[in-house]
């Protein structure tokens, strides 16, 4: 038989049958090689692998466990007193291109935290209106979850965990937890205390399957909220965890408590704690209130066997992202094609103290001894810890890079308090 010359003697031409589905590829259980090669020519577009995660569940556990540990945070910078969007800044046009513009609720509140992809509000009611918790996607500015407030106490930080919304008080030893997200459409708060000797919280974040806290002595707390009922006021949900190797927090020349406070950052196999070494208070800053001058920037690994902390002086290809207004920390590796400069920690700079147009607005610091420049000028006129809200600047991630392969799929017409999946291709 001869070939085909002309397109209609093409199309009539008998074709053999399609493959029955067993001869089909099942795409979700390619080879671990062919995925990772095509992740590669993929990265660092997160437009591109954002799609390539929401493909099939297979792919998505690739991408978490690959992929996202290699990709830094965005900055969310919003304009206060204008009609502006906030704009996503990748740290390189390779990760999202141009900025990308984000409407961001416009009412008069306070950033308690920015936490797994997401950013928590506290709303204060006036004229005999309760005051409001709100959680926002950083991304899109959609109201995940809003819920009064459990009374009238003051509230200083606010976290999510894979399970759970996190409220600690200002006050004394306590928070308050509920179900997120969540299927209750007036979910209830559930009251906690913290151990005996606790202080206020600074940071809690997942490591490997534990939910693990700072306070600002550098003390080191287990959240277990998912395997007690635990009854009012329980302690039984959160306990303390010994360490050691950590300077004196009462001694004169020891770390910032207050403002920028004690960091956890989960690092690949490694538990990372960040401190900001202060020398002691002359006496103008002690009267003046000015802040005390940054000796450097101490990064100290936890040894899980002694459970003693270690410091280092290099943190090899990792870098650490400090958000001071969202009480957060982050790290990423082997992120040069996102423009990122390895064994560096970067923190975002006040307003004041660069021109955007001209200057990157955050500064790096190499952690371990020696005396950075910028150390020279008080560390409140450098580093941002501004929490009025909108932000003037806030690293962030997707909540895609949280969310488990069952929230992924999840329909929304089945989950009334919790959005539908957020097509991060399109936002990007």
Not at 241 to 259: E, M, V
Not at 365 to 388: E, N, T
Not at 416 to 421: E, G, H, L, T, Y
Request: with cysteine; proline share 10%.
């Amino acid at each position: 038989m001869r070939p085909p010359e002309r397109f209609d003697e093409i199309a009539t031409t008998p074709q053999p049958p399609p493959p029955v589905s067993s001869e089909l590829r099942d795409w979700g259980n390619l080879p671990d090689l062919v995925i990772t090669d095509v992740l590669d020519r993929l990265f660092p577009c997160l437009r591109s692998l954002s799609a390539f995660a929401g493909t099939c569940r297979p792919w998505r556990r690739f991408f978490l466990s690959t992929i996202a540990p290699r990709i830094p945070p965005l900055m969310l910078r919003a304009t206060r007193y204008s009609d502006e969007y906030a704009r996503l800044i990748g740290l390189s046009p390779a990760l999202i291109g141009d900025p990308v513009p984000v409407t961001l609720p416009a009412f008069s509140s306070k950033l308690l935290s920015a936490s797994r992809g997401h950013l928590i509000l506290l709303k204060r009611g006036y004229g005999g209106e309760r005051s409001t918790l709100l959680v926002v996607d950083a991304f899109t500015g959609a109201e995940r979850l809003a819920v009064p407030l459990p009374n009238g106490f003051a509230y200083h930080y606010a976290s999510l965990t894979p399970t759970h919304l996190l409220l600690f008080h200002t006050r004394d030893h306590k928070f308050d937890s509920l179900r997120f997200p969540t299927l209750n459409p007036d979910p209830q708060w559930t009251p906690h205390r913290l151990p005996r000797g606790a202080s206020f919280l600074s940071t809690v974040i997942e490591f490997h399957g534990r939910v693990l806290g700072v306070t600002d002595r550098a003390e080191l707390l287990e959240f277990r909220l998912h395997a007690v009922n635990a009854p009012r006021h329980s302690s039984h949900a959160v306990r303390l965890l010994p360490t050691t190797g950590l300077p004196d927090p009462d001694a004169a020349a020891t770390f910032d408590r207050l403002r920028y406070g004690p960091r956890l950052v989960a690092a690949g196999e490694r538990l990372l704690l960040l401190l900001i070494m202060t020398d002691p208070p002359t006496p103008l800053e002690t009267r003046t209130g000015i802040g005390t001058r940054v000796q450097k920037v101490s990064v100290h690994a936890l040894d899980m066997a002694t459970m003693m902390w270690e410091e280092l002086q290099d943190i090899g290809e990792y870098s650490l992202f400090v958000d001071c207004p969202g009480r957060s920390a982050m790290a990423c590796a082997d992120a040069a094609r996102c423009g990122v400069v390895a064994n560096r920690v970067y923190f975002l700079v006040c307003s004041t103290y660069y021109d955007f147009g001209r200057q990157p607005p955050f500064h790096m610091f190499a952690p371990g001894s020696g005396r950075d420049k910028c150390y020279d000028s008080p560390w409140s006129a450098l580093i941002s810890h501004d929490r009025d809200w909108p932000p003037l600047h806030i690293w962030v991630y997707p909540s895609l890079f949280y969310q488990s392969c069952a929230s992924l799929f999840i329909k929304s017409d089945d989950t009334p308090n919790v959005d539908a999946k957020t097509n991060y291709c399109n936002i990007l």
